[in-house]
């Protein structure tokens, strides 16, 4: 189930096929993803991939830039990658988390210092996923 407000699934969700149309989605998911939306962040983001790669307009044209999306894109990896470390300390599945966790920080590539943690910590919550 999403949390994201009706009005912004509306338009980041719907299946846009004018170019103005993908513009004005694409605008949107933006203005959610700058003011810290969480949830769906990776939905979102993904969605702003699509229509700018369907649309036939520049990324200035939507007041963006490939570094912000590269943010962007960064900060979704961060995010989960905190959900992951989370459930690790509460010790649920430790070993399948740090796998995740692990993966997240390669997709996103960043370091464990920048999530708050280090291997040795790691190592002790789930020795199975080497980092």
Same mark, same amino acid.
Do not use: W
């Given at each position: 189930?999403? #949390?994201?407000?009706?009005?912004? *699934?509306?338009?980041?969700?719907?299946?846009? &096929?004018? +170019?103005?149309?993908? *513009?004005? /989605?694409?605008? *949107?998911?933006?203005?959610? #993803? @700058?003011?810290?939306?969480? %949830?769906?962040?990776?939905? +979102? #983001?993904? @969605?702003?991939?699509?229509?700018?790669?369907? $649309?036939? !307009?520049? =990324?200035? /044209?939507? /007041?963006?830039?490939? %570094?912000?999306?590269?943010?962007? @894109? +960064?900060?979704?990896?961060?995010?989960?990658?905190?959900?992951? =470390?989370? *459930?690790?300390?509460? $010790?649920? &599945? &430790? %070993?399948?988390? $740090?796998?995740?966790?692990?993966?997240?920080?390669?997709?996103?590539?960043?370091?464990?210092?920048?999530?708050?943690?280090?291997?040795?910590?790691? !190592? +002790? #919550?789930?020795?199975?996923?080497?980092?």
């Amino acid at each position: 189930m999403s #949390l994201l407000p009706a009005t912004l *699934k509306k338009t980041v969700f719907a299946n846009v &096929s004018s +170019v103005k149309g993908q *513009k004005r /989605s694409v605008r *949107k998911g933006l203005r959610y #993803l @700058r003011v810290g939306g969480a %949830d769906p962040y990776h939905e +979102v #983001l993904q @969605r702003i991939v699509q229509n700018i790669a369907r $649309g036939r !307009f520049s =990324l200035e /044209s939507v /007041s963006t830039s490939k %570094d912000e999306l590269e943010r962007f @894109r +960064v900060e979704n990896h961060k995010t989960l990658a905190r959900i992951y =470390l989370l *459930k690790i300390r509460r $010790g649920e &599945s &430790s %070993d399948l988390f $740090g796998f995740y966790l692990k993966d997240e920080v390669r997709k996103g590539g960043f370091s464990l210092a920048e999530i708050n943690t280090n291997r040795e910590e790691l !190592f +002790v #919550l789930c020795p199975h996923a080497t980092f």
